[in-house]
């Protein structure tokens, strides 16, 4: 009884030995490596098991407009030209990595002589791309008591950049209330957009502001710049007012007396003057100039 079983036994370990030998078997050390820009990384395919000595490996690039060779019939091709190398058996080496590798690559090894003939494995790759310097706006002065934003964008990096801003040289923390410095301070502050809104300038928000944008790459500051703080002069704007208000009364009295005076008549009776009938009636008219009266003769026409 003993013996039965251990033949049996035996009988399934070897045909265990037998299924796992013919069949091709892929493993990777790393199936989401990544990289900085413009180093090299290294996709690992392992053949763990396989019995065929001359098995087909391919590469493919998995975009979103579908699988593209990037190794094909033993040849480096595709975006990776000149840039990469098999290293034996399967392994995808990238010699100088750039930010439009990052993708996810699909190892394929087809193994004729083997029962199960085919694996693949996926890996995705991540080049991360180190910020460029980020475009700052800061208003040079701002009314005391008004909103003012400050903002910051940089478009180059890889993974997507986050915000810090800084106040003379000090970080300026998300929440207000967890500083003493900042802690009388008004503002909302939004890593994702760089964006440092101010709800109510105090005195104390004047100072000179940079922003600084990161990832896991690296990081990148803009220069310097410098928001005043100013207080609005109510009384001299009040007393400016009343001047103005003042200038035009005067103008609109003294237009009104020229008016009533007649400085602005446009014609004048003298004494010498008289009106002339448009319209001839037969009858001369002549002025007396010592009696003060109308003396009229009749002419007749004939």
């Known amino acids: 009884m003993a013996k039965t079983r251990l033949a049996c036994l035996l009988t399934l370990l070897s045909t265990h030995c037998y299924f796992s030998v013919l069949a091709v078997v892929l493993k990777t050390s790393n199936e989401a490596p990544w990289t900085d820009e413009f180093d090299r990384i290294e996709l690992s395919c392992l053949i763990e098991s396989i019995s065929t000595s001359n098995p087909r490996i391919e590469w493919k690039k998995i975009t979103n407009e579908g699988p593209s060779y990037v190794y094909f019939d033993k040849k480096i091709s595709g975006d990776l030209e000149n840039r990469a190398m098999i290293r034996e058996p399967a392994t995808l080496l990238i010699t100088n990595a750039t930010r439009s590798d990052t993708a996810k690559y699909r190892c394929e090894v087809t193994a004729a002589d083997d029962q199960r003939s085919f694996d693949e ?45 800084f106040k ?97 008549s446009t014609q004048k009776q003298t004494g010498n003057n008289y009106k002339v009938p448009a319209k001839g009636d037969g009858v001369d008219y002549v002025r007396a100039e010592d009696e003060g009266d109308f003396r009229h003769k009749s002419s007749f026409v004939i």
């Open 121 to 165: 494995i996926v890996i995705d790759l991540v080049v991360r791309v180190k910020p460029v310097m980020p475009k700052c706006s800061v208003p040079k002065s701002v009314p005391f008591g008004k909103s003012a934003e400050l903002s910051c964008v940089e478009e180059e990096g890889f993974p997507k950049s986050q915000y810090q801003w």
């Open 168 to 264: 003379n040289k000090e970080e300026v923390p998300d929440d207000h209330k967890t500083s003493l410095k900042f802690f009388n301070s008004s503002y909302t502050l939004d890593a994702d957009s760089g964006t440092l809104q101010f709800i109510t300038v105090r005195k104390e928000d004047a100072g000179e502001y940079f922003c600084r944008a990161k990832n896991d790459a690296g990081y990148a500051e803009c220069p310097p710049q410098q928001m005043e703080v100013y207080d609005i002069d109510v009384l001299g704007i009040l007393m400016g007012v009343l001047v103005v208000v003042i200038v035009l009364m005067s103008i609109t009295a003294g237009i009104c007396c020229a008016y009533k005076r007649g400085y602005f």
